[in-house]
């Protein structure tokens, strides 16, 4: 799969699906989008989508075929992803790909006929911003459709990372889970306010895990270290299969973060833009570490 020569079509253009389509046409690649929620893209919001490289196509089928990668991109429910996949498959003898961030591909691929060319490529929104891109192979996937998906996206500058079998929730997704449930596990204790604990974060764990990631932290501490360390402390983490008691009650308020004006925290528009500013900055100075710096063992 050669770029800028290769052919993309989208199935879905939510949030996700329309930021996936600016990023592969921001690189020459021919898109091609559907949804049947939209007949039209406002070009005022997305300017890209004028670009001769992007169409919007009437129906499925005309978007996926003949096209070299097709992404299923609609909403996360299993019943809809398989519906969607299976009539991609239909049209197209290309490699399918899904942007799910909770389905295994083992749920997913028996939709697809000829399931040796599907693949979960899971895209971090906004993904034009964020270089990861977690490819999970189910376990009829070909190592070539797997080779030529890495090859396409690690031309297109962004960093493909392959997992050695599934999981639910795949790497990250799952480290997130683990470390807010341990951050909300020491706010419901009083132990220390949601603001402490994103400052011990932000000043102080972030910038070494962006440099060498928590395992090159350990690494570069001393697994022996480490070892007294998990030692001790692991049999106190919290291992609860319950929502913080934070958590439920914001939720159950109604408060549900910056969608809503409040969460943990107060949230207007300005200050959240100041934030996701910040965040950009923060990729574009991440982006200069060698990800080639630590040869796992």
């Known amino acids: 799969m050669n770029l800028p020569a290769a052919v993309v ?56 075929r003949d096209v070299d990668l097709a992404i299923e991109a609609v909403v996360e ?41 599907f693949l979960v490529a899971h895209f971090f929104n906004p993904p034009q911003l964020v270089p990861l891109v977690e490819i999970v192979p189910g376990p009829a996937t070909s190592t070539s459709a797997t080779a030529q998906v890495v090859d396409l996206l690690s031309a297109m500058g962004r960093h493909p990372v392959l997992l050695q079998k599934e999981c639910p929730g795949f790497v990250a997704n799952r480290l997130q889970a683990a470390i807010l449930r341990e951050a909300l596990a020491l706010v419901d204790a009083g132990i220390a306010s949601p603001g402490a604990i994103d400052d011990i974060v932000k000043s102080g764990l972030a910038p070494r895990w962006a440099a060498a990631g928590p395992i090159g932290v350990a690494d570069l501490g001393g697994l022996d270290i480490w070892a007294r360390v998990s030692a001790l402390l692991f049999p106190l983490l919290s291992n609860t299969a319950e929502p913080s008691a934070r958590l439920s009650s914001l939720t159950t308020q109604g408060h549900l973060g910056s969608k809503t004006g409040q969460g943990f925290y107060e949230h207007d528009p300005k200050t959240d833009a100041m934030t996701f500013r910040d965040m950009e900055r923060h990729f574009e100075l991440g982006v200069r570490f060698s990800p080639e710096r630590f040869s796992a063992s």
């Open 9 to 64: 079509g989208i199935a879905g253009l939510g949030t996700m699906g329309l930021a996936l389509a600016e990023l592969f046409v921001s690189q020459n690649i021919e898109v091609r989008g559907f949804d049947p929620r939209r007949d039209a893209i406002a070009s005022d919001e997305h300017p890209w989508s004028l670009r001769d490289n992007f169409s919007l196509s009437s129906s499925l089928g005309d978007c996926v």
């Open 77 to 117: 429910d299993v019943d809809v992803k398989n519906s969607v996949l299976a009539e991609i498959a239909l049209h197209t003898e290309g490699i399918i790909a899904s942007n799910t961030s909770t389905f295994m591909p083992s749920v997913l691929a028996p939709s697809v006929r000829n399931p040796e060319r």
